[in-house]
């Protein structure tokens, strides 16, 4: 006897657009469309059955459910009540509800302590496209009424990040907060350095406020420091400023030299042909003593692997996996792949072989967490070769780092792959290392397409 047919739910009957248009609606807010959703599927077996098959939910809605769920265990119904529960959870903004993102700006911004205020600004800012107009509002201002002079240092930095979050008002006086810091240079310096990162959402008056603010610091370390730090705005600056750091990031300490290389590896276009040949000399010949400096430049240099010539970016891989110290050559080699799609699948196929080859989990962890943004220029079988490494790390930090550098690359992974990393990430421990890696599986995700 056949069983009698079943008969279509509510949301069956509704035209796919709108039905569609339901699910964009719910799925406007990771944790509150991963509570609707779930709350909607207990209504019935049929809607259960329907959202389990709904094709335009095997991607974002997929990963994050398990994600929301897991940062769910970092809170109670009391709230936050010290710096400890906000620094675990702070970065998982995006899969906590907006009243607790709330509660956590509430709690961060009302200590009494500055360096406690400060620290609590900086974690909230890693997540701070996910948070309202208003905890925005009160993040920076509390950053900019901050007293202690290197506590405010530190949170300007830490909001810079978040800069284009901001209106232009806000970004004009974080800018006029670092430059008049009076009474502690080292932390002027370091609130300089650290807008470095800021620079493609500021005003072309604030961009040169800053280079000129910095070639104005009389203690030649300071301003050695500072210069350092504006070099990551490379690609955003204008010809002259380009010039101006590049000059004199060449006759840097060899520390911040490495620092200086690494920004001005992203803006590579922006240079001249003479200079990229400088840079690449520098970097890849004897402008290194320490073997650690010149493995962060090489990283650093690969971000601009689109701007060399194909001998150079040979030269380049074949220095990354020349270092003999396994930890540089490690971050050497993680920097690589920003530069995949510039280079031979050969080549390519040489530098993941080397990685897979290391040893010592935490130096394969932090080469193949380098991976994750050249994740589109890899074979299917090579995808999942490194999901399953992730996975199998046993010590948790190392595991938290290959999955969260992997996470990078979940758009380019196929639905075995991404469930692999969230069920890694899942397992384990919670604390540090598993927040580290579900935010970043959860800030990968926001970039899937549902429909």
């Not at 207990?42 to 940062?71: F, H, M, N, W």
């Not at 974690?123 to 506590?151: M, N, Y």
């Not at 421990?429 to 935010?439: L, S």
Request: aromatic content about 4%.
């Amino acid at each position: 006897m056949n069983p009698a047919p079943r008969s279509p739910t509510i949301f069956e009957r509704l035209p796919r657009s709108l039905w569609h248009a339901v699910l964009g609606h719910l799925l406007s807010d990771a944790p509150g469309a991963v509570r609707d959703l779930n709350a909607l599927g207990q209504t019935s077996p049929g809607i259960r059955r329907q959202l389990d098959e709904e094709p335009c939910l095997r991607s974002k809605y997929r990963v994050l459910s398990p994600l929301v769920s897991a940062a769910a265990h970092y809170f109670d119904d009391t709230g936050p009540t010290n710096i400890a529960q906000i620094v675990s959870p702070g970065p998982m903004l995006g899969l906590i509800l907006p009243s607790r993102r709330k509660a956590l700006v509430d709690r961060a911004i009302s200590f009494a302590n500055d360096g406690v205020k400060s620290r609590a600004i900086v974690v909230l800012s890693t997540g701070i496209k996910h948070l309202d107009h208003a905890d925005r509002s009160a993040l920076c201002t509390a950053a900019l009424g901050i007293v202690d002079e290197s506590s405010k240092a530190d949170a300007i930095v830490g909001l810079a990040a978040g800069m284009g979050f901001f209106s232009e008002t806000q970004r004009e006086q974080l800018v006029a907060a670092a430059i008049g810091i009076e009474d502690d240079p080292y932390s002027r310096a370091c609130a300089i350095a650290g807008l470095g990162s800021a620079m493609a959402d500021l005003t072309e008056h604030d961009r040169t406020t800053l280079v000129n603010a910095a070639f104005s610091i009389n203690n030649e370390h300071l301003r050695s420091l500072a210069v350092a730090g504006l070099c990551r705005g490379t690609p955003h600056l204008n010809v002259q400023h380009c010039d101006r750091l590049f000059n004199a990031a060449l006759g840097l300490p060899e520390f911040l030299k490495s620092r200086a290389a690494t920004g001005l590896g992203a803006g590579l276009g922006k240079l001249t042909e003479v200079q990229r040949d400088s840079l690449f000399e520098v970097v890849t010949g004897a402008g290194f003593e320490v073997s650690l400096h010149k493995a962060h430049a090489t990283a650093g240099l690969a971000a601009g692997m689109a701007h060399l010539r194909r001998p150079q970016r040979e030269t380049l891989v074949a220095t990354a996996l020349a270092f003999a110290n396994g930890h540089d050559r490690a971050l050497a080699v993680a920097g690589l792949g920003a530069g995949f799609a510039h280079v031979d699948e050969t080549l390519v196929s040489q530098v993941v072989a080397a990685a897979l080859d290391i040893n010592v989990d935490r130096q394969r962890a932090l080469a193949i967490a380098g991976f994750g943004i050249g994740m589109a220029h890899l074979s299917e079988n090579v995808r999942s070769e490194l999901v399953a490494v992730a996975a199998s790390i046993p010590d948790a930090s190392s595991k938290a780092i290959a999955i969260a550098g992997l996470g990078a690359g979940v758009k380019h992974m196929n639905e075995p792959q991404r469930g692999g990393l969230v069920t890694a990430a899942i397992g384990i421990q919670a604390g540090p290392d598993q927040a580290r890696a579900i935010c970043a599986l959860a800030a990968a995700a926001e970039l899937l397409d549902d429909f």
